[in-house]
C-alpha cells in the first residue's frame, strides 16, 4: 500500500524566484518510483520530474529538480527562476516498480506574481 | 494521434442518467487506464486495460461503472444511474508499458451530475 502527503494546499512565489514544494510518501515496496506531474486549468496531467528511489542522485530537469531524501520519506520538487506558466496544480504520486498504478497526494497550487 | 484524446470534454447528466465517456489513446499504446478525480483532491485508480484484456477493476467504486476496451484501441467508460457523488472529472492515461513509468494523460471529462 502506498500514501502520498502533500502538506501545502497552496504556495505562492514572485517570478524569477524559487520555490519548493513538499511532499512526503509511505510504501511498503522495496523499489519505486516517485513522479511530479503538473495540473494546468487544461486539467491534462502532465509529467514534471520522476525519480527511480535505487537511485541515489537526485533528477533534475532544467529548472526543476528533486530533494530525495530515502530515509524521510521525503521528496520536494524545487522550482528555479519561477514563470508565469509555472502556475498550476503539482501532484506528488508514488508507484511500486513494475506496478502500473500510481497514487497521488491531494496536490498544492502554486500561484506567480508578476 | 499525437496525444490522448478524451471527449466529452464537459458533460452534464441528471441524477438518474447514463453516461458514457471515451478515450482514444496514443496509437500503439498498449496499457490504459482510468482514473477519477474529486475536486480538490488527486486521481484515483479506477481500472486498467492491457489491450482489450481489463486486468484490474478493483478502483470501480461500484457496479453502475463499466469499462470497455473492444479492440484494444478507443475505451468507453459508461456509468449507469448516474448519482451526484458521481461528479468529477474523469481522467484516461495510456502507455507504452505495463508500468507507471511512461504514462500521458489526456485532459479529461468534467462530469457534472445535477
Known amino acids: 500500500a502506498q500514501t502520498v502527503t502533500q502538506s501545502q494546499p497552496e504556495m505562492s512565489v514572485q517570478e524569477a524566484e524559487t520555490v519548493t514544494l513538499s511532499c512526503t510518501y509511505d510504501?511498503?515496496?522495496?523499489?519505486?518510483?516517485l513522479f511530479w506531474y503538473k495540473q494546468p486549468p487544461s486539467r491534462q496531467m502532465i509529467l514534471v520530474i520522476r525519480?527511480?528511489?535505487?537511485?541515489?542522485q537526485n533528477a533534475t530537469e532544467n529548472r526543476f529538480s528533486v530533494n530525495f531524501q530515502k530515509a524521510a520519506k521525503s521528496f520536494s520538487l524545487k522550482i528555479s527562476d519561477s514563470q508565469l506558466g509555472d502556475a498550476a496544480m503539482y501532484f506528488c504520486?508514488?508507484?511500486?516498480?513494475?506496478?502500473?498504478?500510481?497514487?497521488f497526494g491531494k496536490g498544492t497550487k502554486l500561484s506567480v506574481i508578476p | 494521434g499525437a496525444g490522448v484524446s478524451q471527449s466529452p470534454r464537459y458533460k452534464v447528466a441528471k441524477r438518474g442518467q447514463d453516461v458514457a465517456l471515451r478515450c482514444d489513446p496514443i496509437?500503439?499504446?498498449?496499457?490504459l487506464f482510468w482514473y477519477q478525480q474529486a475536486l480538490g483532491q488527486g486521481p484515483e485508480f479506477l481500472t486498467y486495460?492491457?489491450?482489450?484484456?481489463?486486468?484490474?477493476k478493483s478502483g470501480l467504486p461500484s457496479d453502475r461503472f463499466f469499462a470497455e476496451r473492444p479492440e484494444g484501441s478507443v475505451s468507453t467508460l459508461k456509468i449507469q444511474r448516474t448519482q451526484q457523488e458521481d461528479s468529477a472529472v474523469y481522467l484516461c492515461?495510456?502507455?507504452?508499458?505495463?508500468?507507471?513509468?511512461?504514462?500521458?494523460f489526456g485532459s479529461g471529462t468534467r462530469l457534472t451530475v445535477v
Open positions: 492515461a495510456s502507455s507504452l508499458y505495463a508500468d507507471s513509468y511512461g504514462y500521458t
Open positions: 496509437s500503439g499504446h498498449v496499457s
Open positions: 504520486a508514488s508507484s511500486g516498480a513494475g506496478s502500473y498504478q500510481l497514487t
Open positions: 510504501t511498503s515496496e522495496s523499489d519505486y518510483y
Open positions: 486495460f492491457q489491450n482489450e484484456a481489463q486486468l484490474d
Open positions: 525519480q527511480e528511489a535505487y537511485k541515489q
